[in-house]
DNA sequence: CTGAAAGCGCTTACAG
DNA sequence: CTGAAAGCGCTTACAG
């Protein structure tokens, strides 16, 4: 137990109550200017620090937000999901709400049990960062507490949930490549394999349909076996003039598989990504490609669980988050030639 | 506000005080057997969750711990300091406690602000992690509650810290060098440029002591500006056997040089990095380096910050933390030759 | 084995 | 403009 200052000691100090003292310190209506200044110079003299666990119980609120990532994505290199965090606990600073990361352990996962920080009541919200299982969803959807998706959704929960819109991002980096003279333009993606991998080539087709282009089978270009390890890149016979790759990593292999068989990039073939990693910026010359827009994700989940905080029926149903194109210098404007 | 379920409900329901529903539910003497499952059974049924909030205010603890970043380490690709946190959050687990992040603006930094974690009572103790200012390591220390540098220690200050043994990283490597017959070794980095760089070049060069190897200046190669930006590494005349790169990305830049003019690795030149970062396995052959026992770093700072609420007048002073060495294939062994 | 009383630090009516 | 009283949810003595 700490021996903390008290509003009392205050109080007791300047010859008030504490009421008054309670009043002074929140510029409350009620105590005589002259008054409040001394108190509020007593109290810095003394060191005085808000208690907000008193205030937490009288309010019922604990101005925390729980932000759950499960296990599974904490051994990974690509931290994505602590970089959302961070942006999250810097969004909720604006309302006066602190982040507590609550790493969801796959024991809690599988007995789908709560997460603790709903147990202990620790927190006014949960934002929940990355997949969980299907059952799991059930039990997020028994926790009575303002909850949202972040980078994942249920097609039959009710959840609310963010995402980042790969779909609406590789439909215009295609348009790109078509505005830039190419008409024969492969994707790279196991399309099988995830559903952003799926979603962006949906983009990619629909672009192509909007363009009066055929999708032609022999260009889709698988990148990886059915474990998700990467594999040789078949090339077709007839080469394509630009590749429509479905991550930057993948982007990464394009290259180095286009430089072993002698093609130059982007003289001989345009090449871009999806995510803006650090890949991105490893081959020569650098990667055109997606970026997330981390902030924006992070600053639309902090606003969404503030409004059901405040009112708890508020739904906001899957809203999508746009990246944006970064242009760089691996593609080439083609002559107009058809 | 939420309505919600309290141990009086449970009382009210079960027909006892709250003083025995308050007992039966943390596993106290004097509540019969029987009663204490009814009650259990009860609460569960009811949903009840515990407030904490209110345990705080009784016992004049959180059960948060703050870990503060500067906003500078924020915009970092690399997520080093977010790893910790990550680590630091689930030992934390074991203590029933949680982590609060809270980036330390620049503008708090500058203004010399306590950060608001500290202003609002919200934590037992905070982990600094990441450099901050000398003046703002004074408003630190006059903090009154626990707290621990975490990779970085201030000459001056007497508050513990815990840092990463770069001295004793490179030493080891260079050991191994060594052992495997090297005898003209090269330390590639400015060793004015940072604190890490310099510790690990005096590792190099302990080495170089105990096994009776002059250190040569020639060997001593520069690889970035005063500003830190990545120079061309000018390689001596009379090539060395095996080059020790400051960090991964400069064994990666070496890679690169040393490709281009035409060496192979390992046969021609071993190499060895630090920090086992992405660069470490970008290069081909993947690279011996060292890597950062992130877990260790983040339990001995949880182990401390829980030792000092405990008692706070405990001391660690600065303690290090030994990486260690990750084998690879970059090093080849020499023929006995000497 | 069970519970009435007091208190943690603060705020919200309400009375003066 | 100021303050006594009550209460937020829980726990800690202490009495029975």
């Not at 039990?139 to 507490?145: A, Y």
């Not at 799926?198 to 909007?210: A, H, N, P, T, V």
């Not at 790759?245 to 093609?263: F, I, P, S």
Request: proline share 2%; charged share 25%.
């Amino acid at each position: 137990m700490r021996s903390n200052i008290t509003m009392k000691d205050i109080a007791d100090k300047v010859g008030v109550s504490s009421v008054t003292v309670s009043k002074a310190l929140n510029d409350k209506e009620g105590v005589s200017d002259s008054l409040k200044l001394k108190i509020k110079k007593i109290a810095g003299e003394m060191g005085y620090r808000y208690n907000s666990a008193a205030k937490s119980i009288k309010e019922g609120l604990s101005y925390n937000i729980g932000v759950m990532i499960p296990q599974r994505f904490t051994g990974m290199n690509d931290s994505f999901y602590l970089r959302v965090y961070q942006q999250i606990s810097l969004h909720l600073e604006h309302y006066g709400y602190f982040g507590i990361l609550n790493v969801l352990s796959n024991e809690d996962e599988e007995q789908l049990s709560f997460p603790r920080v709903y147990n202990e009541n620790k927190v006014d919200g949960i934002i929940i960062l990355g997949q969980v299982s299907k059952e799991y969803i059930n039990i997020v959807q028994t926790m009575n507490l303002p909850k949202l998706f972040l980078d994942f959704y249920d097609e039959h929960a009710e959840i609310d949930s963010i995402i980042q819109d790969n779909f609406y991002g590789a439909y215009e980096l295609t348009n790109y490549l078509i505005a830039m003279g190419h008409r024969e333009i492969a994707y790279v993606g196991n399309i099988y394999s995830t559903s952003s991998i799926q979603d962006r080539f949906l983009g990619y087709y629909k672009s192509l349909l909007e363009h009066g282009l055929a999708f032609q089978e022999r260009l889709l270009l698988n990148d990886r076996d059915e474990r998700g390890r990467y594999i040789e890149i078949k090339l077709p016979e007839k080469m394509p003039t630009a590749f429509v790759c479905n991550c930057d990593q993948v982007a990464y292999n394009v290259y180095e598989r286009l430089t072993e068989l002698g093609y130059q990039i982007p003289s001989d073939c345009s090449v871009v990504g999806f995510d803006n990693d650090i890949y991105a910026t490893l081959v020569s010359p650098h990667l055109t490609t997606v970026e997330v827009d981390i902030d924006q994700m992070a600053r639309t989940a902090v606003k969404f669980i503030m409004e059901k905080i405040a009112n708890p029926s508020r739904r906001n149903g899957r809203v999508l988050v746009q990246g944006k194109i970064i242009y760089r210098d691996s593609v080439q404007r083609l002559e107009a030639s058809n």
